[in-house]
């Protein structure tokens, strides 16, 4: 029997006494009603003698009956409703070890969204979900708790012209019965659970994966995407084996509130990635190093998040470095690093340690970018002491030992202690461990690291600063070979109080505003909304309100939305367009958006 589950602040479930091991889904689609319809069938461990109880979380489910693998209704309770915890559904299964749930999603069910057809490329409705991190419950009687891991099984009913995809084994081309079966025999955290259902078609880009997209997206992602293949290799000589079989990624529609999600055996991903030159391809080699640290071995509660994502940035470097180079990483890490800088600025002070404390939020509402480039940074230093070929020989067997199991803060440390630092003679004083884990900010002792590329940016930037205008010219010339990060840092080097006719010229020289590149437009636009440059330049201010419309990809929406709501001016405006966009965000992007603007 494994060890005991961590206590979940976000689960009503108690999986040291009956856990669930598996789950069988039996679905029908409705677009009409907006609802998914049919049952969930749940395998039972009887963890502790004499629990009779079997307990799951729910939000705003109806649930029709629940009955033993026999057809004998069980007794059953819904408890009252949390806005962010949901209901607990308490079955009395008595010592059953198979349970039956008939139950229905509500139209508001927070994983889904409905998109209509002229919402899509295709012009046929879209169907998709994002359990991440406590949404599985809204269309899923599950426990959900990280901690908890299950395989499952599905039968997916949809429209016959609509293919069905999930995070598990899938099928490549229309099944005519609009019927679907899917097996993911490798055990999950119900957030890692997923569906889709669209117009989708699929092309291969290498012997173990391929691309989902839409008929007028999917020839051009399977281009983007075209060195997944080497980013597997990588992945593999550096931390061992993928363990999930197939690693395909299906490209969503533009409301997609992330830029990925690691679904196992199907990356969810954004199609803001879809540069046209495979400058933001970076996104998934982070998807994929989440096939170990996430997926592999998941965080136990949404408190420990750092062990998922900071592992995972530290990862997604090291492919990028083994594909791309070391000059290319440097960019990455100089540019993480602006980005920790801004969320330290911006969060709580207890909000920037890596281990969080949740417990009575959402954890939707923690920090954006503490756990990823804090995390992540902490592995750095870690390496920089004990050394790189010691360090990765310490992360393969870590993922090794724990391979489909959950991990805690206080484990992870004590493993660190006893089979590595210990033996590398580098001490938690060396470390500064505690400042770093539990303490504000990021410690003194953090790694730095530089870039040429970077240098000649920052030359740039002072040049148009001091020259204005007149040094337009000087930058075009400059500037001919300089790759998208190199424009973020150029960007984001610009004081906020520079001569908007030099903003004007450079927009005009280089099309910012209506950048192609979602990192590029959402430095400027962030840097049009916080000078007032907008204010001043309508066809701005046209891009500024497209770009909001156009995307839900929370992250870049909000740091856009949170610039303009710092004026009053800026916060009426944010205002308009929000209530034109609201209804094609996703509920995780109405949540963010809702609470910078004042709500809907």
Same mark, same amino acid.
């Given at each position: 029997?494994?060890?005991?589950?961590?206590?979940?602040?976000?689960?009503?479930?108690?999986?040291?006494?009956?856990?669930?091991?598996?789950?069988?889904?039996?679905?029908?689609?409705?677009?009409?009603?907006?609802? $998914?319809?049919?049952?969930?069938?749940?395998?039972?461990?009887?963890?502790?003698?004499?629990?009779?109880?079997?307990?799951?979380?729910?939000?705003?489910?109806?649930?029709?009956?629940?009955?033993?693998?026999?057809?004998?209704?069980?007794?059953?309770?819904?408890?009252?409703?949390?806005?962010?915890?949901?209901?607990?559904?308490?079955?009395?299964?008595? !010592? =059953?070890?198979?349970?039956?749930?008939?139950?229905?999603?509500?139209?508001?069910?927070?994983?889904?969204?409905? $998109?209509?057809?002229?919402?899509?490329?295709?012009?046929?409705?879209?169907?998709?979900?994002?359990?991440?991190?406590?949404?599985?419950?809204?269309?899923?009687?599950?426990?959900?708790?990280?901690?908890?891991?299950?395989?499952?099984?599905?039968?997916?009913?949809?429209?016959?012209? %609509?293919?069905?995809?999930?995070?598990?084994?899938?099928?490549?081309?229309?099944?005519?019965?609009?019927?679907?079966?899917?097996?993911?025999?490798?055990?999950?955290?119900?957030?890692?659970?997923?569906?889709?259902?669209?117009?989708?078609?699929?092309?291969?880009?290498?012997?173990?994966?391929?691309?989902?997209?839409?008929?007028?997206?999917?020839?051009?992602?399977?281009?983007?995407?075209?060195?997944?293949?080497?980013?597997?290799?990588?992945?593999?000589?550096?931390?061992?084996?993928?363990?999930?079989?197939?690693?395909?990624? %299906?490209?969503?529609?533009?409301?997609?509130?992330?830029?990925?999600?690691?679904?196992?055996?199907?990356?969810?991903?954004?199609?803001?990635? +879809?540069?046209?030159?495979?400058?933001?391809?970076?996104?998934?080699?982070?998807?994929?190093?989440?096939?170990?640290?996430?997926?592999?071995?998941?965080?136990? !509660?949404?408190?420990?998040?750092?062990?998922?994502?900071?592992?995972?940035?530290?990862?997604?470097?090291?492919?990028?470095?083994? $594909?791309?180079?070391?000059?290319?990483?440097?960019?990455?890490?100089?540019?993480?690093?602006?980005?920790?800088?801004? =969320?330290?600025?911006?969060?709580?002070?207890?909000?920037?340690?890596?281990? +969080?404390?949740?417990?009575?939020?959402?954890?939707?509402?923690?920090?954006?970018?503490?756990?990823?480039?804090?995390?992540?940074?902490?592995?750095?230093?870690?390496?920089?002491?004990?050394?790189?070929?010691?360090?990765?020989?310490?992360?393969?067997?870590?993922?090794?030992?724990? =391979?489909?199991?959950?991990?805690?803060?206080?484990?992870?440390?004590?493993?660190?202690?006893?089979?590595?630092?210990?033996?590398?003679?580098?001490?938690?004083?060396? $470390?500064?461990?505690?400042?770093?884990?539990?303490?504000?900010?990021?410690?003194?002792?953090?790694?730095?690291?530089?870039?040429?590329?970077?240098?000649?940016?920052?030359?740039?930037?002072?040049? +148009?600063?001091?020259?204005?205008?007149?040094?337009?010219?000087?930058? &075009?010339?400059?500037?001919?070979?300089?790759?998208?990060?190199?424009?973020?840092?150029?960007?984001?080097?610009?004081?906020?109080?520079?001569?908007?006719? &030099?903003?004007?010229?450079?927009?005009?020289?280089?099309?910012?505003?209506?950048?192609?590149?979602?990192?590029?437009?959402?430095?400027?636009?962030?840097?049009?909304?916080?000078?007032?440059?907008?204010?001043?330049?309508?066809?701005?201010?046209?891009?500024?309100?497209?770009?909001?419309?156009?995307?839900?990809?929370? +992250?870049?929406?909000?740091?856009?939305?949170?610039?303009?709501?710092?004026?009053?001016?800026?916060?009426?405006?944010?205002?308009?367009?929000?209530?034109?966009?609201?209804?094609?965000?996703?509920?995780?992007?109405?949540?963010?958006?809702?609470?910078?603007?004042?709500?809907?």
């Amino acid at each position: 029997m494994p060890r005991s589950f961590t206590p979940d602040p976000h689960s009503f479930a108690r999986p040291n006494e009956v856990v669930v091991t598996h789950v069988a889904l039996d679905l029908t689609v409705d677009f009409v009603s907006r609802s $998914l319809t049919g049952s969930a069938t749940f395998d039972l461990e009887h963890r502790t003698p004499g629990a009779t109880e079997l307990v799951l979380d729910t939000w705003q489910l109806a649930v029709d009956r629940v009955t033993g693998a026999d057809g004998v209704a069980l007794p059953y309770a819904l408890g009252d409703h949390d806005p962010v915890l949901g209901s607990a559904l308490t079955v009395e299964v008595g !010592t =059953a070890d198979r349970v039956v749930v008939h139950y229905a999603t509500s139209p508001e069910a927070r994983a889904v969204q409905w $998109l209509e057809p002229e919402q899509t490329a295709s012009g046929k409705p879209f169907l998709f979900t994002q359990s991440q991190p406590i949404l599985a419950r809204t269309w899923i009687p599950c426990q959900d708790s990280p901690a908890v891991r299950v395989t499952y099984d599905a039968t997916i009913r949809v429209p016959a012209d %609509l293919l069905a995809l999930m995070s598990a084994e899938n099928p490549v081309e229309l099944d005519s019965s609009g019927t679907y079966r899917f097996s993911m025999p490798q055990p999950v955290p119900s957030y890692l659970i997923a569906l889709a259902v669209g117009d989708l078609e699929f092309r291969e880009i290498g012997e173990r994966s391929g691309v989902y997209a839409e008929p007028s997206v999917v020839e051009g992602a399977a281009w983007e995407f075209a060195d997944t293949e080497q980013m597997i290799g990588a992945a593999e000589r550096l931390y061992g084996p993928y363990r999930w079989g197939r690693y395909d990624i %299906l490209v969503l529609p533009p409301s997609f509130p992330y830029g990925g999600m690691e679904n196992p055996r199907l990356t969810f991903a954004t199609p803001t990635i +879809l540069a046209g030159d495979r400058s933001l391809v970076t996104l998934i080699a982070h998807e994929l190093a989440h096939s170990w640290s996430g997926n592999l071995v998941t965080n136990s !509660t949404w408190n420990d998040i750092w062990l998922n994502e900071g592992f995972t940035v530290y990862f997604e470097t090291r492919i990028d470095e083994e $594909l791309y180079g070391a000059a290319y990483t440097s960019m990455l890490l100089r540019l993480g690093r602006q980005d920790l800088a801004r =969320a330290v600025a911006d969060e709580a002070p207890r909000d920037t340690w890596l281990e +969080l404390d949740m417990a009575g939020r959402d954890p939707d509402d923690g920090p954006t970018k503490i756990p990823y480039e804090k995390g992540s940074l902490f592995l750095r230093l870690i390496e920089s002491k004990v050394g790189r070929e010691r360090f990765d020989q310490f992360l393969r067997d870590y993922f090794d030992r724990f =391979a489909f199991e959950s991990m805690d803060t206080a484990t992870f440390l004590a493993h660190l202690s006893t089979e590595l630092l210990e033996s590398a003679g580098v001490s938690a004083e060396d $470390l500064q461990l505690e400042a770093w884990v539990h303490g504000p900010g990021v410690p003194d002792n953090a790694p730095e690291f530089t870039s040429d590329a970077f240098d000649r940016v920052d030359e740039q930037a002072a040049l +148009l600063v001091t020259g204005g205008a007149s040094a337009l010219a000087e930058l &075009v010339e400059a500037s001919g070979e300089w790759v998208s990060q190199q424009w973020v840092h150029f960007v984001r080097a610009l004081p906020v109080d520079i001569d908007h006719a &030099v903003l004007a010229a450079v927009d005009s020289q280089f099309g910012f505003s209506t950048s192609g590149n979602i990192e590029i437009a959402t430095a400027w636009l962030e840097l049009a909304a916080e000078s007032g440059y907008v204010f001043e330049q309508p066809a701005v201010d046209e891009a500024l309100a497209a770009f909001l419309t156009r995307h839900g990809r929370a +992250l870049y929406i909000r740091r856009v939305y949170e610039k303009l709501a710092a004026s009053d001016r800026g916060l009426a405006r944010a205002r308009e367009i929000y209530a034109i966009a609201r209804p094609t965000y996703h509920s995780v992007s109405q949540s963010v958006v809702d609470r910078i603007v004042g709500g809907p």
